[in-house]
């Protein structure tokens, strides 16, 4: 064999491979997009792919899952319970932790070691270590099962992460920037405000789409703070019970699943580059 | 679902710090994140640890009690075994299949396409990722129409079906933690993907003049100056996969000996309104991820240096 030969075969291998693995593991996905248009009676006899060989057969398709699932389901809902609890729960964290890692990252206080030392100790601190307590507290107050208390709990949670990158990347400004003013108490919400905040915007949002979708992902803080109350349960909560009560009735779950997954989607296809940047940012590199 | 124990990574070089300000400023600006830091973790910490002592509605004493039960209770071993069963298999998956594809990307030109598709179930919840995946392991018994792709894949080979998720110790689980690699091979991709091209392309041509051949090449140059992220990258996938709960809570509900230590935790709390043995099973869970804290506290005390 030549050496050309084998060239060519070991690029068509590595093609091959590539694009195997790309297959895999779109399947899952493209099968949920499928069925979630298919007739209940076309899912239960046949497998989605039957689709593939006519797919310009239209009256083998249909709306009518999603009508179900949105209006009669409770997934409309939901999906609207979702974005009340994920916006605000967005941003009231990072708008704290910009304060807090402004104030690490360039003012001289006592205790400044022992505070960073304790975000970065709570960043592995396990979310089920605080369940117990902070629900007994809500009950009292009344802030269970209400959206306010799910805000205040996924703020809480997401300190230590936003914190840790935001001092990062505020503690690296250059600080020439910091000369300039004279600083006392007005002057450093000045700076704050002007020069740190309008330098920060990258971060930001690389931040803002991680707690989005943290946020919006989450099942096992809703199911704690907020209960099964189907007023106020986010999407994953509610699909989870639709799991239990419709397990064999997969149109109707995969609509359920699609719908709940188009806002990230659109999130993560349209801002990639930020969230690229902020695992890059957070995780390994320097 | 995020890691909020990212792997911390070298930080910054301290610089002297630059503004002067009163000394109350300083906690003016921290006040709001200090209040709900304390509110949400740090109290509750305490708290619960001071409740795994105590009996199920918190008022006996029961001394080590909790946690002998969380150590011999028939189930929590079988959550314990699944644990590590997911650490393992989990994280060395996932960074393997990441190290692979980013080696593999960088030679052929769609690269941002593959990567896209690989990364994409990092958008979707772990509770979407079930459900699609439970459709995948659709099981109907033999000579019915399989809907699920893998047994109808079976069928196509005349082979018998498969219950997926039924079917222990080992079918089950390793199907369940399969959900969570599709999930998450994408960041490990991302992350050593950035890291392999930080290396200089000259190193690479200087050992492919030299007459090394591709497989030497990865294994003398590539791999080592990679250990590093490797390193933090596996230790961060398995400190997150510990806690691992949405999965196993949607798709078995840790039926069929496929239990979790979070499962197990929610359900005490919940189910059985145990808040003594629930707690315990916290603390468990706590003292578990504990080695990464210190690691992270030591690195941060190195830096400050």
Redesign the interface.
């Known amino acids: 064999m030549s050496e050309k030969t084998s060239r060519v075969l070991s690029r068509g291998l ?2 091959t ?2 694009i195997l ?2 297959v895999v ?5 493209i ?2 997009l499928i ?1 979630s248009f298919r007739p209940a009676q076309d ?7 039957t689709v593939l060989g006519n797919m310009f057969d239209s009256a083998r398709l249909t709306l009518r899952n999603y009508n179900v699932v949105l209006s009669r389901l409770g997934v409309g809902r939901a999906f609207l319970n979702s974005f009340i609890i994920t916006i605000p729960a967005t941003i009231i ?1 990072l708008s ?2 910009l ?2 890692a ?3 990252g ?4 006592f205790g ?2 022992f ?20 629900l007994r507290i809500f009950n009292k107050l009344g802030l269970a099962g209400s959206f306010p208390g799910i805000w ?2 996924h ?7 936003a ?2 990158m935001l001092y ?1 990347s505020i ?2 400004l250059p ?1 020439e920037l ?2 300039s003013a004279s ?3 007005d002057s ?1 919400f000045h ?2 405000l002007y020069i740190v905040l309008p330098l920060s915007v990258p971060i930001v949002a690389s931040l803002a789409i ?1 707690q989005f ?2 946020v ?5 803080v809703a ?1 704690i703070y907020l209960g099964g109350t189907p007023d106020v349960a986010p999407i ?1 909560v509610q ?2 019970s639709l ?1 239990g009560s419709y397990g064999q009735d ?1 149109e109707l ?2 609509a ?2 699609f719908i ?2 188009v806002p ?2 659109i ?3 349209s801002l ?1 580059r930020y969230f ?1 940047r902020g ?2 940012a ?5 | ?2 890691p ?9 070089v ?17 006040a ?3 209040v ?2 304390g ?7 305490f ?3 001071y ?1 795994s002592f105590f009996d199920k509605g918190s008022n006996v004493f029961v001394g080590a009690g909790n946690y002998i039960y969380a150590f011999t209770n028939r189930v929590m071993l079988t959550a314990f075994r699944n644990n590590a069963l997911w650490v393992v298999v989990f994280s060395a998956i996932t960074v393997f299949l990441g190290l692979v ?1 980013a080696v ?2 960088d ?2 030109r769609y690269e941002v396409i ?1 990567k ?13 990722a ?7 392991y ?1 099981f109907r018994p033999a000579g019915a ?5 893998l047994n ?1 894949l079976l069928q196509t080979f005349h082979l018998p079906p498969v219950a997926w998720l039924i079917e222990r110790p080992w079918v089950n689980n390793l199907c369940l933690i399969l959900v969570g690699i ?1 999930v998450w091979t994408g ?1 490990c991709l ?2 050593l993907s ?2 392999y091209k ?1 290396i200089p392309r000259q190193f690479l041509e200087a050992a492919r003049v030299d007459g090394a051949n591709e497989w030497k090449i990865f294994w003398r140059i590539i791999f080592p100056l990679l250990v590093p ?1 490797i390193t ?2 596996t230790t ?1 996938m398995a ?1 997150f996969v ?2 691992v ?2 999965i196993i ?2 798709m078995t509900n840790g039926n069929f000996g496929t239990e979790v230590i ?1 499962n197990r ?2 359900k005490e ?2 189910q059985f309104g145990n ?1 003594g043995r ?2 315990a ?3 468990v ?2 003292v578990l ?2 080695p ?2 210190l690691l ?2 030591r690195r ?1 005390k190195r830096e ?1 240096k």
């Not at chain 2, 509110?39 to 910490?45: D, E, K, Q, T, V």
């Not at chain 2, 896209?116 to 979407?128: C, E, L, Q, T």
């Not at chain 2, 129409?145 to 792709?149: D, E, K, R, Y």
């Open positions: 590595l093609h491979v590539i693995i790309a593991w779109l399947i899952p996905t099968g949920v069925t899912v239960a006899n046949n497998g989605w792919w964290p704290i932790a304060l807090a402004y104030a690490l360039w003012m001289k206080f400044h070691t505070v960073f030392m304790a975000i970065i100790a709570l960043l592995v601190v396990p979310l089920q270590m605080t369940f117990i307590p902070v205040l709990a703020s809480g949670y997401g300190l230590p992460l914190i840790y990062n503690s690296g600080k910091f000369d600083i006392d108490g450093s700076t704050f991680f979708l943290w919006w992902n989450d099942l096992l199911l994953t699909i989870s799991v997969w779950l995969t359920a699943v709940s997954i990230s989607l999130i993560f296809f990639q690229v695992i890059l957070g995780s390994v590199k320097g | 679902m995020w909020p124990e990212v792997a911390t990574n070298p930080f910054p301290h610089r002297k710090i630059k503004m002067y300000t009163k000394k109350s400023t300083p906690w003016l600006y921290l709001p994140a200090l709900l830091l509110f949400f973790l740090i109290y509750p910490s708290h619960t640890l409740l594809l593999l990307l030679r052929v593959i896209s598709i690989i990364f994409m179930p990092m958008a979707i919840s772990f509770v979407g079930s459900v699609i995946w439970k459709f995948v659709a129409p399989q809907i699920g792709i109808a599709w960041f991302v992350v950035a890291s930080s992220t933090v990258l961060t400190v510990l806690k709960f949405d809570y949607v979070a935790m929610y709390m919940f808040f629930s707690s099973i916290a603390v869970l706590l991820v504990l990464m804290m992270n506290l941060f400050e």
